[in-house]
């Protein structure tokens, strides 16, 4: 049963087997241990080569877990390429002791994890137990998917309820060494999923789309609160929840996609090197105005505006092009890019973003998106 849960109220809302979630300064330290699922577990880190070698960060877990610390591999790069997949797998393989994996930073070190155990799991029929530590407001940590990009620069993925991670810790002594341009664009990523949860046809009403706007008006109030001042740690955690609470209650039995924004991120992300926080502010804020001329997609987006601060109108889609222009303004606001001016993309590449979003070459969809993403030159 996956229906949509409102025409009419009623539905189904299935969890993942997430067991944890720690937030809170000093979460790492103070519960990593304990989040193990054993006294005599072995643990693998995958990360990227910013936190290895410019912060603290991934030593003090390393000397948090000591002798059940069984190797750190820190190549993982943006989008996380399989070569990197094939190298960490490898690693990971060669020692049978290794029960947990432990990502530390953003959506790259943690799908390369989930994707390292499910190639384990097609290899040996063993999934890892996955700890994950973000530092990002991306939310790879919700999700059951674990994309990653193949040597022709393509976005590809595997998908399976196994892939979410067992043990989540928020720590903001951690989200501080994220460059605030990184965190603040992977910010409306987590806007991006909550809007776009909210029109999807198979997401519950209970608790996912609920959450959704709670997610959505967090991240509108905490977002300039964190430019003002990127080293508020309560700002932060409350950052991290609204990330979580964008995407940690999706479902299992969601079907399909996120929408038209996340498969334009796609599109646009990896093929030319653009970083998904930073699609979602090219995208996000003209998709929704684009789905306002959607009765239910605008009747959904509708909901959002007493969360950001605004009063309804009464008409819907006049309430969703107000929020898909708030949208717009909370990007820059917060000084991040909303058009491809400092990015490799020729005008010669709209018709293949275009085909690679709708997967059409022509038809009233195509039209629109082409016109939207004329409008990003």
């Excluded at 595997?158 to 060494?177: M, Q």
Aim: with cysteine; hydrophobic share 35%; charged share 20%.
């Amino acid at each position: 049963m996956t229906e949509s849960t409102n025409q009419p109220l009623s539905g189904l809302w299935q969890p993942t087997h997430l067991q944890k979630l720690y937030y809170g300064r000093e979460a790492v330290s103070t519960h990593l241990l304990s989040a193990l699922p054993s006294s005599n577990s072995k643990a693998f880190i995958i990360t990227g080569n910013s936190l290895a070698t410019k912060t603290p960060l991934v030593k003090q877990v390393e000397s948090l877990l000591s002798t059940r610390h069984a190797d750190t591999f820190s190549k993982i790069g943006e989008h996380a390429p399989v070569a990197q997949l094939d190298e960490a797998t490898e690693l990971v393989g060669k020692d049978s002791s290794i029960d947990t994996v432990i990502s530390i930073g953003g959506g790259s070190p943690i799908d390369s994890a989930k994707a390292v155990s499910y190639r384990l799991h097609e290899k040996t029929g063993k999934w890892l137990y996955h700890i994950t530590i973000p530092t990002t407001l991306s939310a790879g940590e919700c999700t059951m998917m674990a994309g990653y990009t193949e040597s022709n620069g393509v976005k590809t993925g595997v998908r399976g309820v196994e892939l979410v991670p067992h043990a989540i810790l928020y720590d903001s002594s951690f989200a501080v060494y994220t460059p605030p341009r990184l965190w603040m664009s992977t910010g409306l990523r987590s806007l991006d999923h909550s809007v776009e949860l909210l029109y999807h046809p198979t997401a519950a009403e209970m608790p996912a789309r609920w959450m959704a706007l709670q997610a959505a008006g967090n991240l509108f109030r905490y977002l300039p609160k964190y430019k003002e001042n990127p080293r508020d740690e309560e700002v932060i955690t409350k950052l991290q929840l609204a990330a979580f609470a964008s995407l940690g209650f999706l479902g299992t039995n969601i079907k399909g996609g996120l929408g038209l924004s996340h498969a334009l991120g796609y599109a646009l992300g990896s093929p030319y090197g653009i970083p998904h926080g930073i699609t979602s502010c090219l995208t996000l804020g003209h998709v929704v105005k684009l789905k306002a001329e959607d009765p239910e997609a605008a009747e959904q987006i509708a909901r959002l505006v007493p969360f950001i601060g605004e009063n309804g109108s009464g008409n819907d889609k006049n309430d969703a092009e107000k929020v898909g222009e708030k949208i717009l303004q909370l990007v820059k606001g917060l000084g991040l890019d909303s058009d491809l001016r400092n990015y490799k993309v020729g005008q010669d590449q709209i018709p293949v973003i275009v085909k690679r979003a709708t997967g059409k070459e022509e038809g009233e969809l195509y039209k629109k998106v082409e016109g939207l993403v004329k409008g990003l030159f």
